[in-house]
C-alpha cells in the first residue's frame, strides 16, 4: 500500500500539474533558471498523462507499484502509448508540439551547464500553449 501522500486521484494529478504550470510561467524567462521551467514543464506532461490514464482506465487511485510496474515510469513515450494517444491523427500543432515534450528527459535535469532561454521557452509553449499538449490533455 502506498503512503497516503502517495495516494493520488485524477484531480491530484492534476493539481500538481498546475503547480508545475505556476513554475513554468514564473521561471521561464529567467536567464538563471529557465532550466526549472522546462523542467516544470515536462513534469507536468507527466502528471498529465497519468491523469488521463487514470481516466481512461477508470482507476479511482494510482495503483501501487507491485500492482502496475508499467505506470511507474517518468518516460514520457511509455506514458503516451499507455494513455492511448496516437500523434499520427492529430493536427500538425499539436502533433509538433507533442514531439517537443517527447524529448523531455528526467534526467537532463542533472546536466550540467546553462539552458537557451528559447528552450526553455518552446518547452512551456509546447505544454501550456494554445495547440499545447496539457492543453489538449485536458479536453480528453
Given at each position: 500500500?502506498?503512503?497516503?501522500d502517495l495516494?493520488?486521484?485524477i484531480?491530484?494529478?492534476?493539481?500538481r500539474?498546475?503547480?508545475?504550470?505556476?513554475?513554468?510561467l514564473?521561471?521561464?524567462?529567467?536567464?538563471?533558471?529557465c532550466?526549472?521551467?522546462?523542467?516544470?514543464?515536462?513534469t507536468?506532461?507527466?502528471f498529465?498523462?497519468?491523469?488521463v490514464?487514470?481516466?481512461?482506465?477508470?482507476?479511482?487511485?494510482?495503483?501501487?507499484k507491485?500492482?502496475?510496474?508499467?505506470?511507474h515510469?517518468?518516460?514520457?513515450?511509455?506514458?503516451l502509448?499507455?494513455?492511448?494517444?496516437?500523434p499520427r491523427?492529430?493536427?500538425?500543432?499539436?502533433?509538433?508540439?507533442?514531439?517537443?515534450?517527447?524529448?523531455w528527459?528526467?534526467?537532463?535535469?542533472?546536466?550540467?551547464?546553462?539552458?537557451e532561454?528559447?528552450?526553455?521557452?518552446?518547452m512551456?509553449?509546447?505544454?501550456?500553449?494554445?495547440?499545447?499538449?496539457?492543453?489538449w490533455?485536458?479536453?480528453?
Amino acid at each position: 500500500m502506498s503512503p497516503p501522500d502517495l495516494e493520488i486521484t485524477i484531480d491530484g494529478w492534476w493539481g500538481r500539474v498546475e503547480s508545475k504550470r505556476a513554475v513554468a510561467l514564473k521561471m521561464v524567462d529567467d536567464r538563471a533558471h529557465c532550466r526549472e521551467a522546462w523542467q516544470a514543464a515536462g513534469t507536468a506532461v507527466e502528471f498529465a498523462f497519468k491523469a488521463v490514464i487514470m481516466k481512461r482506465e477508470r482507476m479511482n487511485r494510482w495503483p501501487d507499484k507491485s500492482e502496475r510496474p508499467d505506470l511507474h515510469t517518468h518516460d514520457l513515450r511509455v506514458l503516451l502509448r499507455i494513455a492511448g494517444v496516437d500523434p499520427r491523427g492529430l493536427e500538425r500543432p499539436l502533433r509538433a508540439s507533442i514531439r517537443t515534450v517527447l524529448d523531455w528527459d528526467r534526467s537532463h535535469d542533472y546536466a550540467v551547464g546553462s539552458m537557451e532561454r528559447r528552450v526553455a521557452r518552446s518547452m512551456v509553449d509546447a505544454t501550456f500553449g494554445p495547440d499545447g499538449v496539457v492543453t489538449w490533455l485536458k479536453t480528453l
